[in-house]
């Protein structure tokens, strides 16, 4: 069974950075694209960076563009999220995802989520 384990997430203040990485257990890594989603408070989930499976390939929404960086370490199982210059508007709950696209239209698995509070 395949696990999905986020962290890096916290309080950081406006303009400050912070590195979200997401451990994958229980299936091939490399065979998988992956990506990173976020789900402001009372708001759906978006995608916010995907990746494909060698990492030559990387999608980001405009809303990060210049500022967000997703990067994948096939031999660590572990895909990361570089975020700068972060924004009030960027506090949520940042998930990881599996799926079958590096753009994640479709996604295989979930993490549980890691909560990402940016203060002004």
């Known amino acids: 069974q395949v696990q999905l384990v986020e962290s890096g997430g916290g309080l950081v203040q406006v303009g400050g950075s912070l590195r979200l990485s997401c451990a994958v257990s229980?299936?091939?890594?490399?065979?998988?694209?992956a990506g990173w989603f976020r789900q402001p408070p009372g708001k759906e989930r978006d995608f916010v960076a995907g990746i494909s499976r060698s990492g030559s390939s990387t999608y980001y929404a405009d809303s990060v563009k210049g500022r967000f960086t997703i990067s994948r370490d096939n031999a660590k199982n572990t895909v990361y999220l570089q975020m700068n210059s972060l924004k009030p508007e960027d506090t949520a709950i940042y998930y990881c995802?599996?799926?079958?696209?590096?753009?994640?239209?479709?996604?295989?698995?979930w993490g549980q989520g890691t909560q990402v509070t940016v203060s002004s």
């Open positions: 995802a599996l799926c079958h696209s590096s753009r994640c239209s479709n996604v295989r698995s």
């Open positions: 229980g299936r091939t890594f490399s065979n998988y694209d």
